[in-house]
Nanobody, 120 residues
């Protein structure tokens, strides 16, 4: 069974940085496209960034381009989200998600989320 566990969230001042990690188990990460999503209080969950199984294709939401970097290391089965120049509007619960590249476009696996709070 695929399990995703996020870590690295916390409280940071505006302009600061955090690095989120997503540790995967029960799967071979090299077969999975991975993504980060976030949900702020009272808002819909939104896409943040995605990286395909090989790392050769990366996409970002316009709101985080130039500030966030998604990466992966298939050896320890971990995906990262480096977040720089954080803004109060980045405050949200951040979720890691995965989908088997052979199965389909929907993200079938989700972590429990990690809280990121950016103070002004």
């Amino acid at each position: 069974q695929v399990q995703l566990v996020e870590s690295g969230g916390g409280l940071v001042q505006a302009g600061g940085s955090l690095r989120l990690s997503c540790a995967a188990s029960g799967c071979t990460l090299s077969s999975y496209d991975m993504g980060w999503f976030r949900q702020a209080p009272g808002k819909e969950r939104e896409f943040v960034a995605a990286i395909n199984w090989s790392g050769g294709s990366i996409t970002y939401a316009d709101s985080v381009k130039g500030r966030f970097t998604i990466s992966r290391d298939n050896a320890p089965n971990t995906v990262y989200l480096q977040m720089n120049s954080l803004k109060p509007e980045d405050t949200a619960v951040y979720y890691c998600a995965g989908r088997n590249r052979w199965v389909g476009p929907q993200y079938a696996y989700w972590g429990q989320g990690t809280q990121v709070t950016v103070s002004s």
